[in-house]
């Protein structure tokens, strides 16, 4: 009887110990690290590409493919006999092909998911595609949790029973140096996929770039890159569209600087700024500015000249300290 009071707290004890051994905590660690992933991604918004690319790799290429084998294969072992269809499973799964599934199913799933994303009028930025791969993966922990939890105890898959198998097979060895290699081993292959997770995940230096392209229209219509004017006379206009594409990433602000020059050996003795633009472009855009430029030069040679900007503006404006830049020559005549 002395005993008799603490009887209810170790029964408790026991079966709280036994809930947990038949939870699929897997998954409610898949469904914790989706919205930790989100929060990072979209929220705080991290500015280690290190870490976006860590947290960033799994949520994409893991995460929806794990869930979705979880909710097709709950079992441990395959079996078709408890007269439930949508309970039954009669394909054994290995340990491997899990694995090799979950990443495969994950890159079949992005491009429906894409597909959902572009008929929402929300396009294609960090927060929609995060929060679109991060909800349907919470949907799809909630499916396999429902399907595993309708498997008798004994008969769930449970990741545990590997990680125990795993961590047997690496400190169990014979010797410390066999310890050593196992230990050794299991880092590079954390290396090698994490390596792969940033190359995928972050950006890439050689991707990002500002195009400048002097633009006219031919016969058709269309904007080409050539048919500028070779001869005009005094006073004449030029028409012009001055086209920036921006693939830096993000939002830009630019300074475009229309320049009239003459040289003389090759060095600039004279310079007219005959107009200036400012573009506001999104990631992924082109701005076009459609003008009509009037040269100052009442005779000989000229440069017209556009120099390019994505901050300030120098005092003087040259080709040296221009972002982006390019030109054409035209002849002025006095129409004589």
């Known amino acids: 009887m002395k005993g008799l009071p603490f009887q209810p707290v170790t029964a408790l004890r026991r079966r709280s110990k036994s809930v947990l051994a038949g939870a699929p905590i897997d998954l ?53 006999a408890d007269g439930r269809p949508l309970h039954r499973q009669t394909v054994p799964l290995s340990d491997a092909e899990r694995a090799a599934l979950s990443f495969g199913l994950s890159f079949a799933l992005l491009p429906p998911l894409g597909l959902v994303i572009a008929v929402t009028p929300f396009g294609f930025t ?22 595993r939890l309708a498997v008798p105890p004994a008969d769930r898959y449970r990741p545990a029973r590997r990680l ?19 230990v050794v081993l299991v880092i590079s292959m954390l290396l090698a996929v994490t390596t792969v997770g940033y190359a995928l995940v972050a950006p890439q230096d050689g991707e990002q770039y500002t195009s400048l392209r002097l633009l006219t229209e031919d016969d058709t219509g269309e904007l080409v890159a050539s048919g500028y004017p070779s001869e005009i006379e005094a006073g004449e206009a030029v028409p012009l569209v001055i086209a920036v594409e921006n693939q830096e990433g993000e939002d830009e602000d630019y300074t475009a600087v229309v320049q009239e020059q003459r040289l003389e050996d090759g060095e600039i003795v004279e310079r007219n700024e005959l107009q200036r633009i400012d573009y506001s472009v999104n990631a992924g855009g082109t701005a076009y500015a459609d003008r009509t430029l009037s040269p100052e030069a009442e005779a000989g040679s000229i440069r017209i000249t556009v120099l390019l900007y994505d901050g300030d503006v120098p005092e003087t404006p040259t080709t040296e300290n221009a972002y982006r830049h390019g030109y054409f020559w035209v002849d002025v005549t006095d129409g004589e």
């Open 126 to 147: 960090t927060s929609t595609v995060v929060n679109t791969v991060a909800g349907a993966t919470l949907l799809g922990a909630g499916v396999a949790i429902a399907r």
């Open 164 to 182: 125990e198998a795993a961590r047997a097979a690496i400190f169990d060895a014979r010797s410390t140096r066999h310890v050593a290699v196992n």
């Open 28 to 80: 409610i660690g898949i469904a914790g690290f989706v919205l930790v992933a989100a929060v990072l991604l979209t929220i705080v918004d991290a500015p280690s590409t290190v870490l976006r690319a860590a947290v960033g790799f799994p949520l994409l290429f893991l995460a929806p493919g794990y869930v979705v084998l979880s909710a097709l294969f709950p079992r441990e072992t395959p079996a078709n």
